[in-house]
T-cell receptor, first 113, second 116 residues
């Protein structure tokens, strides 16, 4: 079965420090991977995606993600966290049919000042 | 670009009534739209996929007679929760896929439904 795992329910980091939000996947074929961010009572905002090409993908708001095929991971990173980055982050993958998104359970990022 | 809106953003209704939620792609034509349901502090659960002009495809366990989906145009999809009950209270989010990019979904802001 295809799945996306986010092993951490919550990540806490101090403002200015680097942050990593972990994601691993299990999908058939070449993975199409995404990161979305959700602020309270809001929909999801697209951050970045990996389809093919460079393993390091750069996205919105200074975020980037590193695709690692051998580890089946797609961790989200940012060199210097901001308090405003505090939100719920979802990793997702397209299913085998290439239409439906399979979401991880989400990771709450809390950045303290 | 790729902006998706939902209306209303918040709705409260009495048990037994029906509620319609609209999802619009504002600056692109959406060949495919999706409806998700999200419970507090949980992930999104796909309810159904709709393509313009055809019947929606519902995920297993989703009652198609209860959650009516209409995708009448390339910019509008509606979800009608019929005979709503308190257990239908949830956050409903739609997303849309452009015809140009068949992998990225753009999400609406969500609609919070509270059934009394």
């Amino acid at each position: 079965a295809q799945s996306v795992a986010q092993p951490e329910d919550q990540v806490n980091v101090a403002e200015g420090n680097p942050l990593t939000v972990k994601c691993t996947y299990s999908v058939s074929g070449n993975p199409y991977l995404f990161w979305y961010v959700q602020y309270p009572n809001r929909g999801l905002q697209f951050l970045l995606k990996y389809i093919t090409g460079d393993n390091l993908v750069k996205g919105s708001y200074g975020f980037e993600a590193e695709f690692n095929k051998s580890q089946t991971s797609f961790h989200l990173k940012k060199p210097s966290a901001l308090v405003s980055d505090s939100a719920l982050y979802f990793c997702a993958a397209l299913d085998q049919a290439g239409t439906a998104l399979i979401f991880g359970k989400g990771t709450t990022l809390s950045v303290s000042s | 670009g790729a902006v998706v809106s939902q209306h209303p953003s918040w709705v409260i209704c009495k048990s037994g009534t029906s509620v319609k939620i609209e999802c619009r792609s504002l600056d692109f034509q959406a060949t495919t739209m999706f409806w998700y349901r999200q419970f507090p502090k949980q992930s999104l659960m796909l309810m159904a996929t709709s393509n313009e002009g055809s019947k929606a495809t519902y995920e297993q366990g989703v009652e198609k007679d209860k959650f009516l989906i209409n995708h009448a145009s390339l910019t509008l999809s509606t979800l009608t929760v019929t005979s709503a009950h308190p257990e239908d209270s949830s956050f409903y989010i739609c997303s849309a896929m452009t015809g140009l990019s068949t992998d990225t979904q753009y999400f609406g802001p969500g609609t919070r439904l509270t059934v009394l």
